[in-house]
């Protein structure tokens, strides 16, 4: 089976552009959470959704948003990028609700703003 | 407020040793989960264990081990016999179980294992 997978795999945009990240879960799976890593850093939760609605949002301005489609794909999208959001995006789909359960990981976007 | 604390930021061992990741933990739950992720240069994080709040018992899957202690707060990874693909980023993790609650992550410790 495939696992989570995410797109682009690398992007370069520039300060007060706009991104949009895209992520597929696994078969199945009707969770998806979005991280943002740093370098050095242990990821951060960015959101996490599960049916379609919001269950979950970490402490990020409103610059930073996201969907889940009815296929339980899900697009994280960034407004006005900063220098300091150039990071690693990870994408992570879990079977279950929210909460407990292992969360399986894409290899990640990583996104430079210059 | 959760909080996970991996003190070792970098470990550096020769093939074939033992080493021994730490991992202590904050949470005011009584039900939580914790994890452990391997990071490598790739950038994926690779899913290693899970382990709930109530099963104390410690966990070997061939060269890995886990060592879960409530009293210290601590849930401890051991590997042994170090090969050169261990070198890794690896983060513990963790999850309250109560209502939706995300993961919270250690800020990792990177092992290199040296041929």
């Known amino acids: 089976d495939a696992g989570v997978t995410q797109s682009p795999t690398h992007l370069i945009k520039t300060r007060g552009q706009h991104v949009t990240l895209r992520c597929s879960p696994i078969?199945?799976?009707?969770?998806v959470s979005w991280y943002q890593q740093v370098l050095g850093q242990g990821p951060q939760f960015i959101f996490q959704?599960?049916?379609?609605?919001?269950?979950g949002r970490g402490n990020f301005p409103d610059r930073f948003s996201a969907r889940q489609f009815p296929n339980y794909s899900s697009e994280l999208n960034v407004n006005a990028l900063l220098l300091g959001d150039s990071a690693l995006y990870l994408c992570?789909?879990?079977?279950?609700?929210?909460?407990?359960?292992?969360?399986?990981f894409g290899p990640g976007t990583r996104l430079t703003v210059t | 407020a959760q909080k996970v604390t991996q003190a070792q930021t970098e470990i550096s061992v020769v093939e074939k040793e033992d080493v021994t990741l730490d991992c202590v933990y904050e949470?005011?739950?009584?039900?939580?989960?914790l994890f452990w992720y391997k990071q490598p240069p790739s950038g994926e994080l690779v899913f290693l264990i899970r382990?709930?709040?109530?099963?104390?018992q410690n966990e070997i899957s061939g060269r890995y081990s886990w060592n879960f202690q409530k009293s210290t707060s601590s849930f401890n990874f051991t590997i042994t016999a170090s090969q050169v693909v261990d070198s890794a980023v690896y983060f513990c993790a963790l999850s309250e179980a109560r209502g939706n609650t995300p993961l919270v992550f250690g800020k990792g410790t990177r092992l290199s294992v040296i041929a």
């Open positions: 992570a789909s879990s079977h279950l609700g929210p909460g407990s359960y292992e969360q399986y």
């Open positions: 078969s199945g799976h009707k969770s």
């Open positions: 949470t005011r739950d009584t039900t939580y989960y």
């Open positions: 382990r709930n709040s109530f099963d104390e």
């Open positions: 959704y599960y049916e379609k609605e919001e269950r």
